[in-house]
């Protein structure tokens, strides 16, 4: 069953957010980070300088280890390759220096829309979209034991590997539910015959991302125009669940997004 109570949010504030989130430019979403943290008293933010973590990525993520220190993980090119990897940095004076972690590579494929997230044993998912254009489009997971252990391919959340229809599923979202399950929220072209654009899909893993069980819709408009995406789910102070999402209603090449929400007691129904 889809998580129910959709609303709508500031739709200034989403549309930033969406193109903040293509630079790796890190102050605003790090301070945002900060304050959702759970028990952390909300206070007035105080707008100090900018830091930068790559002036060459894109698309960045980041996750608030259990050591205190901080990783990032963005998209990256590099320079004569037409192939997109991902990029890991750690931090440890919360945010404001950075030191390369490591490289995360497929031959051939462009990898991008990281996002990652620590599980109560210590390993570290990261998730991630991996593509070949017209050919092959993925949402995986690769793990490490620890933040400065090599990261390898554990496995694939979902696919589209007939791709000459260039339908994609992009911009995974992890979150550890309280039972120990790993819900994997992300965006998802492969339902048009049944009237969606694109719809946010969610799939459970209940062996800490080694499987994952069957989609189920989370949001989604059956008009073939509405476009969810960038999905991010967070616990509220009510122990409730929320996720919101960026969506294009107007379709095409989405210039004026809105931000918009909807309400789990679980974040699976």
Sequence with gaps: MP??????????????????NR??????????ALTLLPGRARAQVTWGSSVTVDSSGSWLRLVHL??????????????????SEIEIQRSIDDMRTWSYVQ????SGRNLGNAQLT?????????AMRSIVTGVSYRVQIYSASSYNSPFSFLSVIDANENGSNDLGVWEPFLFVLPNG??????????????????????????????????ETIASGVTDGVSRPGEPYLTMMANGSYM????????GGTCTSPGGYYKVSTDGVT
């Excluded at 630079?23 to 945002?32: A, D, H, K, P, Q």
């Excluded at 399950?181 to 654009?197: K, M, T, V, W």
């Design 3 to 20: 998580i129910n109570s959709e609303g709508k949010v500031m739709t200034n504030l989403a549309t930033a957010l969406r193109f903040l």
């Design 23 to 32: 630079s790796v430019r890190i102050l605003l979403l790090s301070l945002l």
């Design 66 to 83: 259990q050591d205190g220190s901080w990783l990032a993980a963005y998209a990256y090119t590099p320079s004569g390759s037409s192939n």
């Design 103 to 106: 490289t995360v590579s497929q």
């Design 118 to 126: 620590q599980l109560p044993n210590g390993a570290i998912l990261l």
């Design 181 to 214: 399950n790993i819900a994997a929220f992300y965006a998802d072209e492969l339902h048009q015959s049944q009237g969606y654009n694109q719809l946010i899909g969610e799939r459970l893993s209940t062996n800490n991302g080694a499987t994952w069980g069957s």
């Design 243 to 250: 996720l919101s999402t960026e969506d294009c209603p107007q």
